[in-house]
Every structure is written in C-alpha cells, then in structure tokens.
C-alpha cells in the first residue's frame, strides 16, 4: 500500500528530526525540501542509507524545488529562521513571514489539496500568513504549539510528582509566546484533578506556580541552552502527532493554534485552542469554560497575537 505523501518544507533541525522519525514510525513517504542548496538532498540520501540500519525502507527525496510538493497529503513547514539567546519570538517576524508568504504561494500553486501544519515562529501570526497566502480552507492549515507546550509542561509535573508523563493531561491555549495560558483546572493525573495533589501536599502551589512559569519560558530556557537555535526534537514529535491525527482520521483532541471565527470571543486570527483533528482537518473547535484569572491571561496573549498579525499583512 503506498504510503501517504508528507512534505517538509525546511530541512533544518526540526525538519531533518522529523524525517527521521516519520520513516522510523513509517507514517509516510517523506520529501524534503529547503532552499539552501544540496542540503535536503543529503539528508534525504543519509536517511535512506540509516534505514538500512534502522529497518525502514527509505525512499526519501529531497531537493531545492517546490514542484516536488506535488501529490503531498501534509505539508509541515518549519522553514525560516530559529530565534539566538536574548530574541524573542516576535524578533523573527519580518524575516520569517516573507519567508512563510512565498511558502504558501507554492502550496497554494502545488498542493492545494494539502493538509499544512506551520511550525515556523513566531507561530500563531505565521499561519495566519501562510492561510492567508495559501488561500486554502482555515481547517486544512494548522499550527503547532499546543501540543509542544503542553509536553513542557507534562515533563515538569511528572518530574514534580514522580508520575508518568504518559499520565499527565493538560491542556495550553493561547498564543506560543510567553503570555500562554496553561489550564491549570483542566490539568489531571489520569483524571485526578491537580488540587487533589496540593491537598494531599504532593505538591505546593509556589512549586506549581514555578512550572507554569517554566512552561510558559520552556522554549527560551532550551534557546539559552543550545547557543545556537532553539528546540527540535519535541516540536518535530509534537507536529508529527498533528500529522498522523489527520492521515488517520484519528480524531484526537488537541491544543492547536486553529483559526478562531468568533470561538473564545476571537475573530479571524489564528490561536491557540483545542481542536478536534481528523480527516477534514480542524473538525472542531472545543470551547472550555474559563475563570475570570484565566480570561484575562488569555484576552492578554490574544492581544500579542493580533498585534503581530496587524504588522505582518504587508508581507503578503
Ligand atoms: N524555503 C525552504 N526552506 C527554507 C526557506 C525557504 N524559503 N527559508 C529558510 N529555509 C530553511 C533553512 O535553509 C533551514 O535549513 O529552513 C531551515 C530552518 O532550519 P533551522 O535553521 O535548523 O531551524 P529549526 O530549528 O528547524 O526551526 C525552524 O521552527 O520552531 C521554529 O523558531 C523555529 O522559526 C524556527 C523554525
């Protein structure tokens, strides 16, 4: 059976991680392609000869050209530039929305039937760049954050409470910037609400109060430690999840930065939400009822957000 068609757009670090990890899982047959030169191309022949080692059956491509998007099922896109120690994620803006513009008009000339998740930074403004250039559906272009988040913040409790990661739910809305608001009521250790753990003192609320502000920091804190580029392996597994929600129609729930139409009270920009992903794309958007505390972080990321998306329309 010929495998779906996964597309990456930018063979850096997150996307020569998520080659790897798309053959190993055999989720897809993988292009690559990234415009600095023979690069992709030496990934790609790299990859092949690793699964000779590695037991998957390579047949990756890679190249400089946009035609190779062709026949694509997802597209992920990770090209631009990463943030250096001392930048924010808004420092990228102007270098990375040009970039994301010309990205989405070979999608839109090459895939249009693909399905986009955008992981270039900074984020939630970015694929309202790459929807608006792109002109495909909102529910066929996502970004990925959410879920990044949400990892950062699952490895600091299962750290603080001895659990296993694969135990912690949690959920991230909000832009992928500092001001990202983790859900702290909807956060459980396999359904057993977090205040439980404060009561029983497993857990105290200053410590607590310290992850949010390690999550909310998670990628800064990485940046500071590489020196040179920022976080790659959990955002390549974060986006592949996105991925193989769509191919397989597997309809999970997840923190996705989807475009709001009046979900949230936010109207046509990109954020942060949890959505339903299955075959169409964005099949929902799921509406949580927030605190007034939660509200306002929230009302305070989106206004980052819009004030981005407001500065980069001229890129189009
Ligand atoms: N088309 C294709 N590839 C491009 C383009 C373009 N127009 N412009 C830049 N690239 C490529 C670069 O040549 C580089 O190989 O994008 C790649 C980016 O890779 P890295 O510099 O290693 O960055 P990475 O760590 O993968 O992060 C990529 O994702 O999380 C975000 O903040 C991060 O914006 C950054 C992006």
Request: contains cysteine; proline residues 4%.
């Amino acid at each position: 059976m010929a495998l779906p068609k996964i597309s990456l757009v930018g063979a850096g670090q997150i996307g020569g991680t998520m080659a790897l990890l798309a053959s190993l899982s055999k989720l897809g047959q993988v292009q690559v392609i990234d415009i600095a030169g023979d690069m992709a191309k030496g990934k790609a022949l790299d990859l092949d000869q690793a699964g000779a080692v590695l037991g998957f059956e390579g047949n990756l491509r890679g190249g400089e050209s946009y035609a190779d998007l062709k026949g694509s099922d997802v597209v992920i896109v990770t090209a631009g530039i990463p943030r250096k120690p001392g930048m924010s994620r808004d420092d990228l803006l102007e270098i990375n929305a040009k970039v994301i513009a010309g990205v989405g008009r070979e999608i839109k000339a090459h895939a249009p039937d693909a399905f986009v998740i955008v992981v270039t930074n900074p984020l939630d403004a970015m694929v309202w760049v790459m929807q608006q250039a792109s002109g495909l559906p909102a529910q066929k272009v996502v970004g990925m954050a959410g879920i990044l988040d949400s990892s950062r913040f699952r490895f600091f409790l299962s750290e603080a409470l001895g659990v296993s990661m694969k135990d912690i739910h949690t959920m991230v809305l909000g832009g992928h910037g500092d001001a990202m608001v983790p859900l702290l009521k909807f956060t459980t250790v396999n359904g057993i609400p977090l205040q439980h753990f404060i009561d029983q003192g497993h857990l105290s609320s200053a410590d607590l109060d310290a992850m949010v502000e390690r999550t909310r920091k998670g990628g800064g804190e990485i940046v500071s430690l590489l020196k040179n580029g920022s976080a790659f392996y959990a955002p390549a597994a974060s986006a592949l999840e996105m991925a193989q929600a769509y191919l397989y129609d597997e309809k999970r729930l997840l923190p996705c930065a989807a475009l709001c139409q009046g979900e949230y009270g936010v109207k046509d920009i990109y954020v942060g939400v949890p959505v339903v992903l299955g075959k169409t794309g964005v099949e929902k958007i799921v509406e949580l009822p927030l605190d007034k505390a939660e509200k306002e972080a929230f009302a305070t990321s989106v206004a980052g957000v819009e004030g981005l998306v407001q500065s980069v329309s001229q890129y189009l």
